[in-house]
């Protein structure tokens, strides 16, 4: 291990000396085939020969997180340490060009200026609901860990009352790092309030549909991630873990539906896809799902409809994440036909590939595992732009955020529409909603 290659480094942080030692520990003979990483010891690699459901829910199980999903292949954010152990376990890694190194003809890479910051958005919820009183309104529904504000944005017409109709949520930055899908939270609020009594469909929708926003609802790891001049590649909140120096939680691998039960998150508080100690350990994750209990009124659940925005992959998935089964206990035939109807739909707006998320590989934890089984809420997952690391990865130029949260317009407002009734996409209204 070359330690000249770092040189202009004074100090190494703790993490750093550990990430060392466990390198030389565990793949130092296949890590040294790896090319050095000046940049710092986390960035993304492929991983080659891994090209079905099943391989890739074993190489999920080592830990590692999945960025991306290849015709025969994936790519993985892994520091040296995670890329050595996994070298040593036989996969075949190769280190990838940081988004900063690509040049010549390929999209450029982002700047943390690119995007907007926790503060900003926060400027932004404020400018709407002081622009339009009677249709957007805003409350804080908790604190992350570092006691950052959560916040959920309403809006429909008579915004201030309690309507009786149906409500569609949208959820953003669960992981930190994907911030295009906070811009894609600023363009709904932007289109749905300045289009309301211009565009007819968003006027209708919005006269007969609550809407709720949670532009960010990991604020800690979205700050942790954008803030200190360059991106850190950070995918979890910053909550620490006793007994070890690895910080945060998966939050999307945190809800309370067959939490960890499926080898589908990791046990140790290193792994990007740690599901924490307990089902809701994380406050975020509590926070959000506090927040959807208390929209049962009446013994019933408003939000029938349900996105949560992640990148990257251009995907639309749907329930289940721990079964490659298509039905399963609380999935029936109908269930699984509509989701099945509903997503594609979506993904017929937008050019997305629309599937069952465990055709990718098995996630257990997930929030829309638990939106559907716990709280009977049609939830699907979109992976935004871009499909590949070659278009950015986690960090697109911000040249592109217009045209790609623009892109997911359709597949809004098809679900709201839907929202009423989603059983009427196959036909079973009559069954279920009468
Ligand atoms: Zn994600």
Same mark, same amino acid.
């Given at each position: ?9 004074t100090t190494?942080?703790?993490? #750093? ?12 003979g ?7 990483d ?33 015709e025969?292949?994936?790519?993985? +954010?892994a520091?040296? #340490?995670?890329?050595?152990?996994? =070298? ?7 280190a ?12 450029? $890479? $982002? ?13 932004a ?8 009183p009677s ?10 860990y ?7 944005? *309403?809006i ?14 949208f ?9 295009l899908?906070v811009?894609?939270? !600023?363009? !709904?609020l932007d ?15 919005? %006269? ?13 790891? *979205? ?12 995918? *979890? ?20 539906y067959?939490?960890g ?6 046990? =140790?508080p =290193? ?7 307990s089902?809701? =350990? ?16 009446g ?11 992640? +990148? ?15 039905t ?13 109807? !509903? ?9 997305y ?15 829309g595992?638990w939106?559907? #089984?716990d ?17 950015g990865?986690?960090?697109p ?7 790609? +949260?623009?892109? %997911? ?18 036909? $079973?209204?009559?069954?279920y909603?009468?």
């Amino acid at each position: 291990m070359r330690i000249s290659g770092r040189g202009r480094r004074t100090t190494f942080s703790a993490a #750093a000396v550990i990430a060392l030692a466990l390198a030389l520990l565990f793949g130092a003979g296949q890590a040294t085939a790896l090319p050095a990483d000046p940049e710092g010891s986390v960035r993304q690699y492929a991983v080659a020969g891994v090209d079905t459901a099943a391989e890739r829910t074993r190489l999920a199980r080592t830990g590692t997180a999945i960025d991306e999903v290849r015709e025969d292949s994936v790519v993985i +954010t892994a520091d040296r #340490a995670q890329a050595g152990r996994l =070298s040593g376990l036989g996969y075949r890694l190769t280190a990838l060009t940081a988004p900063a190194e690509r040049r010549g003809g390929l999209p450029g $890479a $982002a700047a943390p200026a690119d995007y907007h910051t926790y503060g900003q958005v926060l400027t932004a919820v404020n400018a709407a609901r002081a622009q339009y009183p009677s249709l957007v309104s805003s409350r804080v529904i908790g604190r992350s860990y570092q006691g950052r504000d959560i916040v959920a944005i *309403k809006i429909s017409d008579n915004v201030a009352a309690d309507e009786a109709e149906p409500e569609v949520l949208f959820t953003h930055n669960q992981h930190a790092r994907e911030h295009l899908t906070v811009e894609m939270a !600023l363009y !709904l609020l932007d289109e749905l309030t300045t289009q309301y009594g211009t565009d007819p469909e968003i006027t209708q929708l919005l %006269n007969t549909r609550e809407v709720w926003i949670i532009p960010s609802v990991n604020p800690d790891g *979205k700050v942790y991630d954008q803030e200190s001049g360059s991106f850190r590649n950070w995918r *979890k909140n910053r909550q620490p873990n006793s007994g070890t120096t690895a910080v945060g939680t998966d939050l999307n691998r945190n809800w309370a539906y067959r939490w960890g039960c499926c080898g589908g998150s990791s046990g =140790s508080p =290193s792994s990007d896809t740690y599901r924490g100690p307990s089902a809701e =350990s994380a406050p975020e994750t509590r926070v959000v799902a506090d927040f959807v209990r208390s929209r049962i009124v009446g013994g019933q659940q408003q939000i029938t409809a349900h996105i949560d925005f992640h +990148t990257y992959g251009e995907l639309v998935l749907w329930p289940f994440g721990y079964t490659y089964a298509d039905t399963a206990t609380g999935l029936t035939q109908d269930d699984a036909a509509t989701f099945r109807a !509903l997503g594609t739909a979506l993904a017929d707006t937008n050019g997305y590939t629309p599937q069952q998320s465990s055709d990718l590989y098995i996630t257990d934890g997930s929030v829309g595992d638990w939106m559907w #089984a716990d709280q009977g809420i049609f939830s699907f997952t979109f992976e935004m732009y871009p499909t590949s690391a070659f278009g950015g990865g986690f960090y697109p130029p911000g040249s592109v955020i217009p045209r790609e +949260t623009a892109r %997911n317009r359709e597949a809004v407002l098809t679900l709201l529409q839907y929202a009423d009734c989603a059983y009427r996409i196959i036909g $079973a209204e009559a069954r279920y909603c009468a």
